[in-house]
């Protein structure tokens, strides 16, 4: 695996990289470079797409507020991590926000907000997910931006999920206790993990998700989490038994 560069500041581009390239910046992202940053023309730094791979790249000013990057040799080959859904009842903006950041940077590919009967933020933003989901990857070295899916409702999703992907139900009525156990007993391949609201999943809801073959309910432990608290635990206990670390 290629060497990380944590030093140079990185920033995700919609282009397509290769070298040789001259890619513009988007006014955002030249007023970001010239007046909060700072970067000198001539500077070096990171760029990444989601599908190129990481580059190094050469900023160029142009006039008072354009800038451009010239593209230089590749830095990383494309990488991808597990197969790893995150599914969730949305929170309300600031614990949303760092949801979605935790959530990418425990390698989530895909994001999933849920509606359930006690879900307490039914408008969601899509534009700010995406943000986070960029903000998350630049910050962390990440090349893959995970997708950030519609709003849909809990039935709804069931209905359509596939057989194929394991659902991790996290359930504080699970019968294992453990949750280190419920999980090496799932077979490796697609997974999700599905979180519910502040208030919890009602009991219709408990046992709609119990009854589909591809669900899997998994205890948390006996602390009361947070829902954002939650994820990071859910997600971290996955990676370490089904994920990649």
Known sequence: MAIRDFTSQRLCLTAPLVAGASVACSPEQASYLRSVLRMADG???????GRDGEWQV???????????????AQ????EHGPDLWYVFAPLKRSRLDYMVQKAVEMGASR??????QHTQ???????????NVIEAAEQCGILSL????????????L?????DRALIFCNEGAPQASPLT???SIPRGPIAVLIGPEGGFSDVERQAISAKPYAHPVNLGPRIMRADTAAVAALALVNATLGDW
């Open 111 to 116: 994001l999933v907000p849920v509606l359930t």
């Open 75 to 78: 830095s990383r080959p494309q």
């Open 121 to 131: 933020a039914e408008r969601i933003n899509l534009d700010r997910m995406r943000s």
């Open 182 to 184: 419920a999980l090496q």
């Open 146 to 157: 995970a997708e950030v899916n519609e709003p849909v409702k809990l039935a709804a999703l």
């Open 43 to 49: 500077s070096g730094l990171l760029a990444f797409n």
């Open 58 to 72: 050469t900023l160029r000013y142009q006039g008072k507020r354009g800038a451009s990057l010239e593209v230089g």
């Open 159 to 163: 209905s359509s999920w596939p057989a």
